[in-house]
């Protein structure tokens, strides 16, 4: 008998019916992809120094935009480097920490010169630059080494502190007020308050207990032989800042006017969270000149 093929199988031809995609209301397009890199500064080897966040090409990003940006990084400054409008300035610096903008800050100085040489930026004179910024015109040197510096604006604000201000920022650091031996204003954009006490390991022994509202720098002198002159601290509404470029400024006219330190000097900062931090200061008879090393750890993209 012979064979029957089987039946062939029964295919079903369906139609998708074609869907167009409508965003809901609420939905947000897609922001434009912008340079950005993380920078640290005042290190002495990898992560030891202040991260500062850059973003390269912050044209049309508003103030409001810029400063969402810097309370979601969480860093101690980010900085935004736009196109100058001074004719002898290589680029313009916008700084926000994560409350507030700030017209100048020293790490988010060197940290933005080597973003803006990093992406490329070449400026008028090789080895220095000029940032514009809320305090005017700023110089940064680029050594050889790979040193930066900035020469250090003047102070807005100096002379001795209020004695209430001194008792409160006693109580803040947790010692008493006979433990702080000088103090003065120190105002160079950011509103510092500074303090000194008898000696650099004062300073690293310190155990702050309710400094939430303070923006003070503490120094002490270290001794004779010792690898750096001071070691200094930073607390600013509740957080301890790793290295501190402004408040070593800050410092450095305090302590030259009063005799306490060399024309050249290096000042140790971030012990105490986990960083090795190294500022070097150099008074030349005009200005006093904030440098450290700084190099960039991240380099991409983030949509703003």
């Given at each position: 008998m012979p064979e029957t093929a089987a039946p062939a199988p029964r295919t079903t031809s369906r139609t998708t019916p074609h869907t167009t995609y409508?965003?809901?209301?609420?939905?947000?397009?897609?922001?434009?992809?912008?340079r950005f890199l993380e920078v640290d500064?005042?290190?002495?080897?990898?992560?030891?120094?202040?991260?500062?966040?850059?973003?390269?090409?912050a044209e049309g990003l508003s103030a409001g935009r810029m400063q969402a940006l810097a309370a979601w990084t969480g860093f101690s400054e980010t900085a935004f480097l736009l196109p100058p409008t001074d004719p002898d300035a290589d680029y313009r610096v916008r700084i926000f920490t994560p409350r507030e903008e700030f017209d100048f800050a020293g790490h988010p100085t060197l940290g933005s010169a080597l973003a803006w040489l990093h992406a490329g930026g070449?400026?008028?004179?090789?080895?220095?630059?000029?940032?514009?910024c809320g305090v005017g015109l700023v110089p940064v040197t680029v050594a050889d080494d790979g040193v930066l510096a900035f020469a250090t604006p003047p102070l807005r604000r100096s002379g001795p502190?209020?004695?209430?201000?001194?008792?409160?920022?006693?109580?803040?650091?947790?010692?008493?007020?006979?433990?702080?031996?000088?103090?003065?204003?120190?105002?160079?954009?950011?509103?510092?308050?500074?303090?000194?006490?008898?000696?650099?390991?004062?300073?690293?022994?310190?155990e702050p207990r309710g400094h939430a509202e303070l923006k003070?720098?503490?120094?002490?002198?270290?001794?004779?032989?010792?690898?750096?002159?001071?070691?200094v601290r930073a607390f600013a509404y509740g957080t301890e800042d790793p290295v501190t470029g402004s408040l070593n400024g800050a410092l450095a006219q305090w302590l030259r006017g009063r005799g306490l330190v060399p024309e050249r000097y290096a000042a140790a900062q971030g012990s105490?969270?986990?960083?090795?931090?190294?500022?070097?200061?150099?008074?030349?008879?005009?200005?006093?000149?904030?440098?450290?090393?700084?190099?960039?750890?991240?380099?991409?993209?983030?949509?703003l």
């Open positions: 409508r965003p809901s209301p609420d939905h947000v397009p897609a922001a434009p992809a912008r500064v005042f290190a002495t080897g990898p992560l030891t120094g202040n991260p500062l966040a850059v973003v390269v090409d070449t400026p008028r004179t090789p080895g220095r630059l000029v940032q514009e502190l209020d004695e209430a201000d001194v008792v409160r920022i006693a109580a803040g650091l947790g010692v008493e007020r006979e433990a702080i031996v000088d103090h003065a204003w120190g105002e160079n954009g950011p509103p510092w308050q500074l303090v000194r006490l008898a000696d650099a390991d004062a300073v690293r022994a310190l003070v720098g503490v120094v002490g002198l270290e001794g004779p032989g010792a690898e750096t002159a001071c070691e105490r969270v986990g960083r090795r931090g190294r500022v070097h200061v150099h008074d030349d008879g005009a200005r006093i000149w904030i440098g450290g090393r700084a190099s960039v750890v991240v380099d991409g993209t983030i949509m």
